[in-house]
Structures are given as C-alpha cells and as structure tokens.
C-alpha cells in the first residue's frame, strides 16, 4: 500500500505543478485534478481506517474545523435563500483542503520531502523554459499573435490555463510554481541554482503580472525580516527587497498594456462591496454563493473571503500560514534552514492572494498544505542529519544516511 500512496503522491505532486487550474487536459466534467483527487482521498480514508494509521492532531483538528465551516456556512447561504448552484460554485474549489490528510501520510520523513521538492523544481524549469520558448518564437516572429492565441487560448476566456495581456504576453495560471520554484533555486541551488533562479524570475517577470512580482519580493523581505540573525542586517536587506519589488512593479506598469484596466476592475470590485457591510457580515460573512458587484468572484480574495465568510472564515485561512510560521520560529537554525524555501513558498501565496484568487482554491492552496507537512517533518529531524547523495543541489533539503 505504500508504494500505492507514493505513486499517487509523484502523480498529484506533477499535476499541480504543471497542471495549473486543473483544465489543461480537458476531458470533461471531471478532471485529472478531480480523478486524483478522489483516489487520494480513498487510499487516505483506507490507510487511516483499515491500517489504523494516523496523522497529526493539528492537522486532524484542521480539516474538522474545515468541515464545520463549510457546513455552516452552507447553513447561511441556504437561510439566505442562494441558489444551490452558487453555493456549490464557492464550496468546489475549497474542498480540496482535506488532501492535507493525504500529504499528511504520504510525507512522513525527509525522503518524501525531497521527492515532492525534486518534483516542484523540476516543473518550474519545465514551466519557465516552456514559457520563455514561446513568447521568443512569438515576438521573433516565428508564431503569430494570431497563431500563439488560437493555440493556447482561442476565444479569449480568462478563465481558462493561459489569458493574453493584449498582444504583448500571456499569462499561465501554473505561474504560481515557477514563483515557488524560485525559492528552492535560489535557496538550496548552490551557483547553478542560481542560474536557474534567474531564469524563472525572467518567466515570472515577462507574465507582467505585478502581484507576483510583489508577492516574491514581500515573501523574500519577510523572511529576512523575521529569521535573520542579524537584526539591522535584516532590516536592510528586507528594505532593499521592498525597493527591488517597487522597481519591478513600475517598470511592469509601463509595460503591461492592462495595467490601467486591472487597477480600474480592482476598484469598481471595492466600490461593489463598500456599502454592503454591517455587523453580521463582517463577523460570519454572507455565506457561499452571493455576487460582489456584477460578479461571483473577485481577484482580491481577502476581501472575498471576508464578505461571504466573514471574520470567522478568515481567521480559518489564516491558520495555516500561522501554524507555519510558529514551526519555523520553533525550529533549530539548522532545521529552519533547510525548510526556508517551503516557508517562502507558503508566503508566496499568502502575499499573491491579495491581488489573485489562490488561497482558497488547489492551485495555492496545495503549495501551502505540502509547505505544512513538509516544515513539519524538516523541523523536527534529528540535528546530526547528514547530505548523502540528495544534496542541496540536487533536492533543496538534507537527507538521512
């Protein structure tokens, strides 16, 4: 049965990674992403169930509350009289967070670990060069905007894996993984690794999307600021990484031909939701289901989750990222170390689901329920860990002799 469960975690791993939003094979209601969704789910309920296995209490205690609060909010939205439809279009994407009692027993030590780390690398090289490939065979003139359009993305959707910022780029959902790649390289990728940073960083750079760039910037700044051993020496390079995404941003707002009507769309969404707030919505929200505005969803998540979850289904999502950060302040130096580049991963998303929709759907999601399992495991392996043959280089994390 193990070798069951590590076969479906290399598989589920590589389709987040490379997947994007779950419809780059489209074949119909049910996707790849929902296929291995469901097998994961049954191997964990068997493994938990017949082996009597078990995973953490913090974990087991999540996905309750989890449950508990979709059902409630559920309730709300059936008191409110939303269309089952609506409810069932906002519950969908949220319901893949109990795959953290999968991840949970398919990443038991620092092997696991390394392959899930092996894996998310690999594909934000694969993502990055695949990415950089076409947009030069496209402004070289090799494709024509025409060409490149009609095969990524030929009526113009933005809902699906690949959108067009006019004729100048396009964005891919499963850009997300080249931002958490980036960690890894830069990180635990040696001089080569940082070779490799480089050029994701150009992919990220070249999708002129200014939430990434501050989302990669802030994660950087925040790290330093809180783990540096050198308190002033933190501030500072936590200032230059501020600066440096100040810079990235301008330059992309001069670049990017939808700068302007991104900003405008963002602002109509605050104006949408500037009267409707009172007291029962701000504390448990106005349930699963209501539009903002015109609109079912928004890109500024918080503000989404706060309008139809309230401050309870917001404290909810913020749990995770403060359960990770509390493991990484608890953790030995070395130990911190070596799990850094999940930390930065899971800040990522945080910081990127202020502008775009992640959190609360598989694409950010899954990055932050592996970079809790996996900080878990790094933090508490034994301080004599030795490098054997999965380096730094090669895995990003230290393994067992």
Not at 80 to 91: G, H, L, N, S, V
Not at 133 to 158: C, I, K, M, R, Y
Not at 182 to 188: A, G, I, N, T
Not at 295 to 309: A, F, S, V, W
Request: proline content about 4%; aromatic content about 12%.
């Amino acid at each position: 049965m193990k070798a069951i469960g590590k076969i479906l975690l290399v598989l589920v791993a590589l389709e987040l990674a490379l997947g994007g939003g779950g419809r780059l094979v489209d074949v119909g209601w049910f996707s790849p992403r929902m296929l291995l969704f469901c097998g994961a789910l049954a191997y964990a309920a068997f493994i938990l169930g017949l082996a009597r296995s078990r995973i953490p209490w913090e974990f087991a205690c999540l996905i309750l509350g989890f449950c508990a609060l979709l059902l409630f909010h559920g309730a709300v939205s059936i008191v409110r009289q939303m269309p089952y439809e609506a409810i069932f279009e906002d519950a969908k994407p949220q319901l893949y967070f109990p795959m953290l009692a999968f991840l949970a027993i398919t990443i038991r030590n620092v092997r696991d670990v390394a392959t899930v780390t092996k894996l998310l690398k690999i594909s934000a090289v694969v993502l990055s060069i695949a990415y950089l490939g076409v947009l030069s065979l496209w402004h070289s003139g090799v494709f024509t905007f025409d060409e490149v359009q009609g095969a990524l993305n030929p009526t113009g959707d933005t809902k699906k894996e690949f959108y067009f910022r006019s004729d100048a780029t396009f964005f891919f959902k499963a850009a997300l993984y080249v931002g958490v790649g980036l960690f890894f390289f830069l990180f635990h990728g040696g001089s080569i690794g940082k070779l490799v940073a480089v050029l994701l960083f150009l992919a990220l750079f070249f999708t002129l999307t200014r939430g990434l760039m501050a989302a990669v910037f802030l994660s950087l700044a925040t790290c330093v600021l809180l783990f540096h051993k050198n308190r002033l020496a933190g501030v500072a390079l936590a200032g230059t990484n501020l600066v440096l995404g100040l810079f990235a941003i301008l330059v992309i707002n001069e670049l990017a031909p939808t700068a302007g009507e991104s900003v405008a769309l963002r602002l109509a969404d605050l104006r949408a939701t500037a009267e409707i707030w009172d007291v029962p919505t701000i504390l448990i929200g106005q349930g699963l289901g209501p539009s903002i505005g015109a609109r079912g969803h928004i890109e500024m998540n918080y503000i989404e989750i706060l309008y139809k979850q309230g401050l309870l289904g917001l404290s909810f999502w913020l749990l995770p990222i403060a359960y990770i950060t509390l493991q990484m302040s608890r953790a030995m130096p070395e130990r911190r170390t070596n799990a850094m580049p999940y930390y930065l991963a899971a800040l990522f998303v945080y910081f990127e689901n202020a502008t775009n929709p992640f959190l609360t759907n598989p694409i950010g999601m899954s990055v932050v329920l592996i970079a809790m399992v996996a900080i878990r495991v790094l933090s508490s392996q034994p301080l004599s860990t030795r490098p054997t043959s999965y380096s730094f280089d090669s895995a990003g994390v230290r393994l067992e002799r």
